[in-house]
């Protein structure tokens, strides 16, 4: 085994032992927060035409997530009919 692999393969075990730690490292990254905007910001108009053209052609899909979430949401509990 070369240098190279023996190194990545090391760096793949270290992942793995702290896997949880470094995820959670990089959701609390403001780094990460700033360049997710700038980058959202740049790419606003592709992301919601690439929504609105997967709501048109997964109407199913998308009534199922609407109805999930409104149960999800719901204080008054599922099995209540509003009356």
């Given at each position: 085994m070369n240098q190279n692999t023996?190194?990545?393969r090391q760096?793949?075990?270290?992942?793995?032992?702290?896997k949880e730690a470094v995820l959670e490292?990089?959701?609390?990254?403001?780094n990460k927060k700033?360049?997710?905007?700038e980058?959202?910001?740049?790419n606003k108009k592709r992301c919601i035409a690439r929504?609105?053209?997967w709501n048109e052609n997964n109407p199913s899909a998308r009534k199922l997530i609407?109805?999930?979430?409104?149960?999800?949401?719901n204080p008054t509990?599922?099995?209540?009919d509003g009356t």
């Open positions: 023996l190194r990545k760096k793949r075990e270290w992942y793995h032992r702290n490292q990089q959701k609390n990254s403001k700033e360049n997710q905007r980058w959202y910001l740049k929504a609105k053209r609407v109805e999930r979430h409104k149960t999800k949401n509990g599922v099995w209540n």
